[in-house]
């Protein structure tokens, strides 16, 4: 039986998982002290079992033939027992604990590492939702193969182990009794474990599509209450729900079956000894108080013997769940082999022959040559599709360029490290992303920290962000929620390019910077944006072209090609594709132009 998680597939009765929960254990290496540690504190619980069997052995031997003053020596000992009983097990239960989290935050560390390094193409190909829930739910199911499941093990294992060994050394021929029936018990944890893990991811995947159904519902609530979709999502959200809580059900039915097999079978050994150890044939040569130490420590493995048989289900789950993290953080991150590195660039971009097509299939750039000198800026227009978005995303290599090549100051991109090569570059998206914090704070995002207050101050009036700010509470303090939802469409794309701006990047790349700008946004803004361009080479994608008519050049791109290119005044005199593309936008222009004054005349007058 297998499984396929994530395009990972998963054989359920392969040793795999075992590999796996070995390599989470490996996370335990750096803090083997407190291992230890907690290691001796569980021993110290496992002897304080055998020592209680072995104390019952004295009491029933003292009560058969009384010595003065017993009566203190054992009521003494016992309270001894259980206070080293007590500490050991407190030393033992913290220390695991310490460990088993540590484990889990370096796991959930490491995992995020890898989330933020890996390529554009893996977020294309996996949900948010489904991203988000290795994170925070498979996380928390190794959390419970960690901690749980590692602490129950360990100490159950080294109880039974304790008083197996008591049990051997009173009668070693009665002791086998529970080692004949071992093979049953190991056949029926064997047995369970792989449905256990079957449905463990399972029950994973569907907690992925939880997240990702409400996480799309949650972030559209406006599409969604304007086009009368909340019962339809209502509808998505329960099936992803009921889907998961059928494998839910499925692993508790699991789990309520096999526990009761493992139990009779550890019932039936019992039997077995009790029958035997009342047959004078095998208990001639023990004492009474042999048989009744015997009896103890064969009563008191029942319970750790039980909590390892209902522990398996945790750890499947946390095997499962480890193979899913692990799966993720062994997919190959952005390549970054280049070694050369400069302080400042000048921005000459050169591309030669540049094609490229996602993994979906169909050709989106072919052969694209074009020279960009340093401090020019240059415009790239056409219909949607037409490949300019993505060949904006080639320069700073948010995917690997082949065939074809893109050269920074004579150098191929690939070449430069990739921190190295995106210090060079600014960069602001269509969809700007803010993060949940103040406008200072997403100005002077993580490195841009740094920044003075002045230069902070110096952004935000290029880039229009104090018209708005100091009407706001607490000005560039103010904090403006999840995504940016307190602003305007405008304020949030103002808010990027003044972190653009105080970037100060020798090659700034503008993707539809002004699409969220009204017409008076727009004219301030834009005298500021012409004034940020000066002696930095600028790439602008538009599509109003009213924005771009001062480029020095414009490329105009058609399925992937640069079909025209010169300067606003040479390519409406060329009546080609970019005249057509004016024209058509003249006219929807005046259109709007003209049933916005329809709007205001009177009605009377019409």
């Known amino acids: 039986m297998s499984n396929s998680t994530n395009g990972a597939t998963v054989t359920a009765d392969s040793p795999k998982g075992w590999v796996t929960y070995r390599r989470l254990l490996a996370y335990v290496k750096p803090y083997w002290p407190a291992f230890l540690l907690s290691m001796l504190g569980f021993m110290v619980v496992a002897g304080s079992q055998a020592a209680f069997a072995k104390l019952m052995k004295h009491l029933v031997d003292e009560l058969a033939s009384p010595t003065p003053n017993a009566h203190w020596l054992f009521a003494g000992t016992i309270m001894g027992v259980f206070v080293v009983r007590g500490l050991g097990s407190f030393v033992g239960s913290y220390g695991i604990a310490y460990v088993s989290r540590s484990v889990v935050h370096s796991l959930r560390c490491d995992i995020f590492d890898t989330l933020i390094r890996l390529p554009s193409q893996y977020f294309h190909a996996h949900t948010t939702g489904h991203l988000l829930a290795k994170v925070t739910y498979n996380v928390d199911q190794v959390t419970g193969a960690a901690t749980g499941a590692l602490k129950t093990v360990v100490r159950e294992g080294f109880t039974v182990i304790g008083l197996m060994g008591y049990l051997v050394f009173l009668n070693w021929r009665l002791a086998l009794v529970f080692f004949t029936v071992s093979p049953l018990i190991a056949w029926g944890v064997r047995t369970a474990s792989k449905r256990f893990r079957r449905l463990s991811h399972n029950i994973q995947n569907s907690m992925g599509d939880v997240t ?299 993707d539809e910077a002004t699409s969220a700008l009204d017409t008076e946004s727009e004219r301030h803004i834009q005298a500021a944006m012409e004034a940020v361009m000066k002696g930095r080479t600028t790439l602008v994608i538009a599509h109003r072209l009213s924005t771009i008519e001062k480029a020095d050049r414009i490329l105009v791109m058609e399925q992937g090609q640069i079909v025209e290119q010169g300067s606003h005044t040479e390519l409406l005199a060329r009546n080609g594709a970019y005249a057509k593309l004016h024209q058509m936008q003249f006219n929807e222009s005046h259109e709007q132009a003209a049933d916005a004054s329809a709007d205001v005349v009177p009605k009377e007058l019409s």
């Open 212 to 510: 990702h159904t409400a996480s799309e519902a949650l972030q559209g609530y406006q599409v969604v209450r304007i086009f009368g979709g909340m019962e339809y999502e209502r509808q998505r959200f329960e099936k992803a729900s009921q889907r998961n809580q059928q494998q839910g059900m499925k692993l508790v039915a699991t789990e309520a079956i096999s526990t009761p097999v493992i139990q009779f079978f550890v019932a039936l050994a019992m039997a077995m000894l009790v029958f035997m150890a009342l047959n004078p044939a095998w208990n001639k040569s023990m004492t009474s108080g042999d048989f009744i130490s015997f009896l103890t420590a064969a009563g008191l493995i029942v319970q750790p013997l039980r909590a390892l048989a209902e522990i398996n289900n945790t750890l499947q789950r946390g095997i499962a769940a480890a193979e899913s993290i692990f799966s993720t953080m062994d997919e190959p991150v952005e390549v970054d082999s280049g070694t050369y590195r400069l302080e400042r660039v000048r921005g000459e971009i050169q591309i030669r022959n540049l094609e490229f097509q996602y993994n979906t299939g169909g050709q989106v750039l072919k052969g694209i040559s074009v020279d960009i000198k340093p401090g020019e800026t240059v415009a790239l227009v056409g219909r949607s599709g037409s490949g300019k978005s993505t060949l904006a995303s080639l320069i700073p290599r948010f995917y690997d360029v082949a065939p074809g090549q893109i050269l920074i100051d004579g150098v191929d991109i690939n070449d430069y490290q990739l921190d190295n090569l995106r210090q060079h570059i600014a960069l602001v998206n269509q969809q700007v992303v803010l993060f949940a914090g103040s406008l200072k704070e997403n100005i002077a995002y993580a490195g841009l920290g740094e920044r003075s207050d002045e230069q902070i101050q110096q952004a935000a009036e290029a880039a229009h962000v104090l018209e708005f700010a100091e009407r706001m509470p607490e000005g560039m303090n103010t904090l403006i929620g999840e995504k940016g939802v307190l602003l305007s469409g405008g304020q949030r794309q103002r808010l990027a390019i003044a972190r653009a701006v105080l970037k100060d990047a020798p090659i700034l790349i503008l």
